[in-house]
């Protein structure tokens, strides 16, 4: 699967509208039928980041996501809301989803 972390950093006027501000691209994206899931957390150290976890089923999901309309939208309509270019981390992982964190097993 392909594997990515996102930082996105939202200009402080706003930060709290982000859920919404994006709410079209994220349900488009969980729509798409090779997105294994894409899932926004915001930081609790600053509240101006939010980090976006996100999987797509292999490198021709990832392709058709970054070649959909919604994303195509997206690269127009979300930087004005931005305070920096978001900072990632892509990665090809041989998985095909979460795995248990052994060392925090729940009996």
Known sequence: MIFITAKWRIKPEHAEAWPEISRSFTEATRAEPGCL????????????????VEAFRDGEAGSAHVTSQHFHDARAQLPPYLAETPRIINAEIDQNGWSELGEMAVD
């Open 37 to 52: 899931w894409f899932d926004w957390s915001r930081s609790l150290e600053d509240e101006t980041e939010y980090v976006l």
